[in-house]
């Protein structure tokens, strides 16, 4: 008989990101996950303004987004897109991707990954959001993220990404403003 997966609002596993994200991530399904279906994972994530998640791309994976809430600036196989809510994307592997939320308020989407590797990512850099517990954010990557990412579903990116869709955090919000003016 099928098994269905309910995962209520705010009941999935829930991790703080660290620098540039700033944000936080909630797994909804994972093959780990009792009663998921296998071959996908898929999460929320949110990013506070300024919070990034830097240009990167996976070797085997395809990767689908619908954002949920705000808006931001994507690097999308090298184009400088305007996103916002109710944007639908794709990536299929080795296709570059990188998000900034240049926005007043959070950004907010829905990611999907097949096959599913992500979720491991997010753990081992993450720390655990607990119902009452103080944001930690903004704290530095772990050391070991580079090992992270490629003991997970990240290629190595040549050339690597250039500011602003690095692993730095933005500090200025003034260096957006080309890429506001780039976007199309």
Not at 55 to 79: M, N, S, Y
Not at 121 to 130: E, T
Not at 143 to 162: K, N, Q
């Amino acid at each position: 008989m099928p098994r269905v997966l309910v995962v209520p609002p705010g009941q999935g596993e829930q991790h703080w990101q660290p620098q540039p994200a700033n944000g936080w991530v909630e797994l909804l399904t994972t093959p780990r996950l009792p009663g998921a279906p296998a071959g996908f994972s898929a999460g929320l994530q949110e990013l506070p303004p300024l919070g990034k998640i830097r240009e990167h791309a996976h070797p085997a994976q395809t990767e689908i987004f619908w954002i949920v809430e705000g808006e931001a600036l994507a690097r999308l196989d090298g184009v400088v897109r305007r996103i916002t809510a109710g944007t639908f994307m794709v990536a299929p592997p080795h296709t570059r991707h990188g998000f900034i939320n240049d926005g007043g308020g959070p950004y907010r989407m829905l990611w999907m990954l097949v096959p599913a590797g992500l979720e491991d990512f997010f753990v081992a850099i993450g720390k655990p959001k607990v119902p009452g517990a103080v944001d930690p954010t903004p704290y530095p990557r772990p050391a070991d993220t580079g090992a992270i990412e490629l003991s997970t579903v990240f290629e190595t990116l040549d050339p690597p990404p250039a500011p602003p869709w690095d692993t730095a955090p933005i500090t200025d919000p003034a260096v957006l403003d080309r890429l506001r003016r780039e976007a199309v």
